[in-house]
């Protein structure tokens, strides 16, 4: 972005200000009016510098959603999602996200994605009409904690890609009445990982 400064003295005082400032000088000349100009444009320096303070910005904004999210003590689901593109683009670090918002106990998800969460795996395990399906992917604890159903955390984020790439997916905790299993899901099955 240039800028332009008509007018001698004007023209001077910018030329001063711009170096000191930071800025370089473009071009330089008479206008129709036979009136001087300077054309300045911020240096790569200066460019630089107004870069790195616009993302420390940014990295602000979004460290104040994780805050926020801690501070209300449950997560929706397009929060949820939106943490785990972060953690997958390298906008957070899985240690952030589990320092920031879960923490050792877990974080709580809203009644809404419980009750999805919780139909959904029942489906997997059971018929409609509560017989264990042939081809349920649970075992037998498993089975228990869904009949004695209590409630579903967030644990954490589960690593779920190679060597080559990260693939963050959320590992949920479901409770039972007196165990508990951990899940995360992919390729549209749970997969028991404790």
């Known amino acids: 972005m240039a800028y332009r400064v008509t007018g001698f003295k004007l023209g001077e005082k910018a030329r001063e200000h711009a170096e000191k400032s930071g800025y370089k000088i473009t071009g330089f000349g008479w206008n129709k009016e036979n009136k001087h100009f300077y054309e300045y444009e911020p ?19 979004k460290k104040l959603f994780l805050q926020e999210i801690k501070d209300r003590g449950e997560i929706t689901e397009k929060e949820l999602l939106l943490v785990k593109r972060r953690l997958n683009d390298g906008t957070y670090t899985s240690k952030e996200v589990y320092d ?14 419980q009750e999805k969460g919780y ?15 042939s081809n349920s992917p649970f075992g037998y604890r498993e089975e228990e904690i869904l009949k004695n159903y209590h409630s579903i955390r967030l644990k954490d984020f589960y690593d779920a890609g190679n060597q080559n790439f ?14 508990s299993m951990e899940y995360y899901v992919q390729g549209g099955e749970p997969h028991i990982v404790g």
């Open 43 to 61: 240096s790569e320096e200066l460019k630089e510098k107004s870069f790195v303070i616009k993302k420390e910005k940014e990295t602000e904004k």
């Open 100 to 113: 920031t918002i879960i923490g050792d106990d877990g974080l709580k998800l809203t009644f809404s994605q």
């Open 119 to 133: 139909k959904w795996l029942y489906n997997k395990g059971f018929t409609s009409k509560g017989e264990i399906r």
């Open 166 to 179: 990260k693939n963050f997916v959320p590992l949920y905790e479901v409770e039972g009445n007196e165990t």
